[in-house]
């Protein structure tokens, strides 16, 4: 299976010699119902561990979810309502096979690696607050592609003390905004959002996995400090073998937005159209380019969704039961249009051809058991 890698710009074969493929990802901040753009990514996650659990690889998938974060109690949110409702959101898309990860169980790792990035000069404190020194990373922008002059531009985190413009919060005890940890060393703060997805992943995989998977918005200067403060505390110069980052969503061609009133959340969409619907519609598109979401575009693949239904259930196979949940289907030996289908997907999760293959196929009723075994892997159930 081919991935196209952010960092190389190149396509990354994941091979693993354990059988087992690490995966890491960004997931959503308990600030804010499911909406589309979330369920973009968590169906091509859902697709990633479908394809490989059909080769026989084993896929360990942690999901960090953020909820230690300023709107959470500026807006009084309870994040454990939010991180059910998204269960029950991810419940009705029927993906499941993923671990959660919540931030705020990972203080006390966040606190000990900051800790250790002090002692080695690679973080320093100013007024309270701990950065990370970009300066002594010869290679910071490398995976965002930002020149030292594009860099320079960037302004986050704005303190007229740091040492670099492009200096980052590791550790935040300027900022009051309801929670806060406690430390002796540190001072009373909270760990920053880059500290926060790096305490997950350095606990859970010793900072060396196989894939980082989160969307392009994410790239800088998140996951750019995720790869330094990585490389740093484990050691590797390549502790990620994959920066996999999926397109933005925009609503009608507008930016998708809480505040401009125009976000679009699945458990509303979905008491008009089923997940299924859903899906073709993701497959049908490029997952790293921007997806402009079209209503008009979905309500075609919720036709074409019907005619699916009716092919399978007017079929002679109509009585085998099916489950896109049981792990009994035979991949083994597989027929030429299967290995196809594959494929595609295997080719940086081209679906939109996967799509028009499947689609091809279950129009054909001698074909059918094919057709089931692509729908198994697209997570589609009829």
Request: hydrophobic letters at 35%; one cysteine or more.
């Amino acid at each position: 299976m081919k991935i196209f890698d952010t960092l190389t710009r190149s396509n990354i074969s994941l091979r693993s010699t354990k059988n087992v493929i690490r995966i890491f990802v960004c997931g959503p901040t308990l600030n804010d119902n499911f909406h589309i753009g979330h369920a973009r990514v968590f169906v091509l996650v859902d697709l990633i561990i479908r394809l490989l659990e059909s080769k026989s690889y084993i896929p360990h998938v942690i999901v960090n979810v953020t909820d230690i974060d300023p709107k959470i109690k500026e807006n009084n949110i309870n994040p454990d309502i939010i991180f059910k409702a998204i269960n029950d959101d991810l419940n009705n898309l029927e993906i499941s096979d993923l671990i959660y990860a919540k931030t705020s169980d990972y203080v006390k790792e966040a606190k000990n690696l900051t800790g250790m990035l002090i002692k080695r000069k690679l973080a320093y404190s100013i007024n309270g607050n701990i950065y990370l020194d970009t300066s002594k990373f010869k290679k910071y922008g490398v995976l965002s592609h930002l020149s030292k002059t594009e860099l320079l531009d960037q302004r986050y985190d704005i303190d007229i003390n740091k040492r670099n413009v492009t200096d980052i919060f590791l550790w935040n005890t300027s900022d009051s905004y309801g929670i806060e940890f406690n430390d002796k060393i540190l001072g009373d703060g909270t760990p920053w959002w880059h500290m926060q997805d790096t305490a997950v992943a350095m606990f859970h995989f010793n900072g060396n996995y196989d894939v980082h998977l989160g969307g392009i918005d994410l790239c800088y200067p998140h996951h750019e400090i995720l790869l330094s403060t990585l490389m740093a505390l484990s050691g590797k110069k390549r502790p990620v073998k994959c920066w996999m980052h999926v397109g933005i969503l925009d609503i009608e061609n507008e930016k998708m937005s809480k505040s401009s009133g125009n976000a679009i959340y699945i458990k509303d969409l979905l008491k008009k159209y089923d997940a299924n619907t859903l899906k073709l519609y993701f497959f049908s598109k490029k997952y790293r380019r921007i997806l402009n979401f079209k209503l008009s575009e979905l309500k075609k693949f919720d036709r074409i969704n019907t005619m699916i239904r009716n092919l399978v259930s007017n079929s002679d196979y109509k009585n085998e039961e099916y489950n896109i949940a049981d792990k009994k289907i035979n991949y083994a030996k597989e027929s030429d249009i299967i290995e196809k289908f594959k494929n595609y997907i295997e080719n940086d999760l081209d679906t939109s051809n996967a799509l028009k293959l499947f689609l091809d196929t279950v129009r054909q009723p001698s074909k059918m058991n094919d057709a089931k075994k692509m729908m198994k892997i697209f997570g589609l159930r009829y």
